[in-house]
């Protein structure tokens, strides 16, 4: 399967958007843990954000990315994040 042709969409835009061009945010379904942009595919509920500071802002805006995670509050998530863009 060619990944660069999977489709996601970003939880903050809403815009339809190959994977590669895309932030994916998975929590691990065992430890719970949140990873992003894991290298390999980890099974747990995952999202997507566009490698965009803007989408990151509102995907964190009343706590959305939260509620689709179903995890608690963290702040230190949208640090990790802005990191992978920054990079
Ligand atoms: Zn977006």
Redesign the pocket.
Known sequence: MNESKVIRK??????L?PRNE?IKITKHFRTKEIVVDPSSDITGRSCY??R?F??IE?AFKKGRIFKILKISVNDELKEKIRAVLEN
């Open positions: 970003c939880i903050a835009c809403n815009s958007k895309l954000i566009c965009d803007s989408c509102t």
